[in-house]
T-cell receptor, first 115, second 119 residues
Framework: DTEVTQTPKHLVMGMTNKKSLKCEQH?????MYWYKQKAKKPPELMFV???????INESVPSRFSPECPNSSLLNLHLHALQPEDSALYLC??????????????FGSGTQLSVL | AQTVTQSQPEMSVQEAETVTLSCTYD???????LFWYKQPPSRQMILVIR??????QNATENRFSVNFQKAAKSFSLKISDSQLGDTAMYFCAFMKPLAGGTSYGKLTFGQGTILTVHP
């Protein structure tokens, strides 16, 4: 199994809603990442988890709350989002916290629309 | 700060022909790594090829090869025998090691080049 699975594939939410994005991998990877990608733009790193601990937060607003309950699962909890938060949210994993020798495996993303 | 520039927003090529995508970058680091990622319509980011800056030999992966010119800070991707499945957005990306030798997956991406392969 060499897949990173993200659910849901599409999500529409209002600004007062609370929702969660889920990312799962069963490759034994110990580093997991959240990236945000606006349309026709490159991905931007949001968070990095290393051995289930948050190791990097790229100054992301607190309305985005990551969680890594175990080594296979990564969640992104969403609350009080703004329309400008609409984007593709990509999850990735690597065997170890990525030195450049580590290959990142990406999921297909969750397309989020905030109304 | 590092910057990565892809000057070709869109390119097209006929099936079976060769195409080269350009990438330049700016850094004061001497030790770093460069990548080309492909994002097809499925939107999954797929690593195409990787180059370590300390290696003079250009990386190759089957039909994909790079021309790495460290002094010029240039890192172009050549796709030979183009196939319809190569149609995608291609991102050039840069990663430098942080102290301790790990980079925590922080890739700096260029703006991307949309490649269309025509039959």
């Amino acid at each position: 199994d060499t897949e990173v699975t993200q659910t849901p594939k599409h999500l529409v939410m209002g600004m007062t809603n609370k929702k969660s994005l889920k990312c799962e991998q069963h490759m034994g990877h110990r580093a997991m990442y959240w990236y945000k990608q606006k349309a026709k733009k490159p991905p931007e790193l949001m968070f990095v988890y290393s051995y289930e601990k948050l190791s990097i937060n790229e100054s992301v607003p607190s309305r985005f709350s990551p969680e890594c309950p175990n080594s296979s699962l990564l969640n992104l909890h969403l609350h009080a989002l703004q329309p400008e938060d609409s984007a593709l949210y990509l999850c990735a994993s690597s065997l170890r916290p990525a030195g450049p020798q580590e290959k990142l495996f990406f999921g297909s993303g969750t397309q989020l629309s905030v109304l | 700060a590092q910057t990565v520039t892809q000057s070709q927003p869109e390119m097209s090529v006929q099936e079976a022909e060769t195409v080269t995508l350009s990438c330049t970058y700016d850094t004061s680091e001497s030790n770093y790594y460069l990548f080309w990622y492909k994002q097809p319509p499925s939107r999954q980011m797929i690593l195409v090829i990787r180059q370590e800056a300390y290696k003079q030999q250009n990386a190759t992966e089957n039909r994909f090869s790079v021309n790495f010119q460290k002094a010029a800070k240039s890192f172009s991707l050549k796709i030979s025998d183009s196939q319809l499945g190569d149609t995608a957005m291609y991102f050039c990306a840069f990663m430098k090691p942080l102290a301790g030798g790990t980079s925590y997956g922080k890739l700096t991406f260029g703006q991307g080049t949309i490649l269309t392969v025509h039959p």
